[in-house]
């Protein structure tokens, strides 16, 4: 068991309630405010944001580059590209937007040239911006796509349930992927809100679990933690991890063997996500052919 002093790196200091440590995805309830442009990463950026994020922000690119250059190409004048003239201005900024994108993706179908020496010179940046814009989009598909993440789901809540002689502390885990995850490990943490010296401090404490891990995860993994004379929630009630703003905080670490590479998750439960008095129900069962079959939405079904 860690010391009263123990501090994981989430800060001891109490000023306010708040929701929870570890939001429902994972990702840590803290905001930064004071950052510079300095402090922006733009790869890291693109590689965290959402898949629809992702593609609209290439998209958006995309036609800023070419709006950008046909503004160029525009403002050169119609002599400077062979077969760019039209009878309107917007005809003209179409012609010069789609040799744009001719120019840039290198495709160059021949119906648009350029003839004048600025549009020569402004097309080959243009071809040169374009081979090296592409080069990075490819990179950041190909970062999102290969890295390894975790598919690993957590039942919905805890419960509180008999073991052996006594109660337990339990939650459920399942891989959601069909990769393999081997040796895997869980930590579980739990955070409080202590009264001392006048004023209200966090604690954390480690909980000591039945197994701390497990080779494989082809099915589902329980995770218990006895509640026994050494552990802090002995003799606990839910009305007393209510007043205490309890919260378990939970890492799982893996390894991945389709990517070579491990693996985390992290995941919190809140006392107001503790079950008392049940137990999880079956979730996974044998089909006629002799195969084990998973239920994935039946991982935290309480029974």
């Not at 001891?12 to 840590?28: C, E, H, W």
């Not at 405010?33 to 994020?53: E, K, Q, V």
């Not at 993440?149 to 919905?156: G, H, N, P, T, V």
């Not at 109660?167 to 081997?182: A, E, G, I, K, P």
């Amino acid at each position: 068991m860690q010391q009263p002093g123990y501090d994981p790196g989430l800060t001891q200091q109490f000023t306010a309630p708040f929701r929870r440590v570890i939001n429902k995805d994972g990702s840590f309830n803290v905001r930064r405010r004071g950052s510079t442009w300095r402090d922006f990463h733009p790869y890291l950026h693109l590689i965290n944001m959402s898949w629809p994020a992702f593609l609209a922000s290439l998209f958006a690119g995309y036609v800023a580059v070419n709006s950008l250059f046909a503004l160029v190409y525009y403002a050169l004048g119609p002599g400077q590209l062979q077969g760019g003239s039209a009878a309107t201005s917007m005809g003209r900024f179409l012609k010069a937007f789609f040799f744009s994108a001719h120019t840039l993706s290198t495709v160059g179908y021949g119906n648009i040239a350029p003839q004048g020496l600025a549009a020569e010179i402004v097309s080959s940046f243009e071809a040169l911006v374009g081979v090296l814009g592409f080069a990075v989009a490819t990179g950041l598909l190909f970062g999102r796509i290969s890295r390894p993440s975790a598919r690993i789901a957590f039942s919905d809540t805890m419960v509180v349930a008999p073991y052996q002689d006594g109660l337990s502390l339990q939650f459920r885990v399942v891989n959601r992927r069909s990769n393999s995850l081997m040796e895997l490990e869980a930590r579980v943490m739990l955070m409080t809100v202590e009264p001392g010296d006048g004023r209200p401090h966090r604690t954390y404490k480690m909980l000591r679990l039945e197994r701390e891990q497990v080779l494989f995860l082809p099915l589902t993994w329980t995770v218990v933690h006895p509640i026994d004379a050494e552990s802090p929630l002995w003799g606990r009630t839910p009305e007393e991890l209510a007043r205490l703003q309890a919260e378990a905080l939970i890492l799982v670490k893996a390894y991945d063997d389709t990517f070579a590479q491990t693996v985390l998750a992290r995941h919190s439960y809140r006392h107001d996500e503790i079950v008392w008095g049940k137990r999880f129900g079956p979730a996974f069962y044998v089909d006629g052919r002799g195969d084990l079959v998973v239920e994935l939405r039946k991982v935290g079904e309480l029974a």
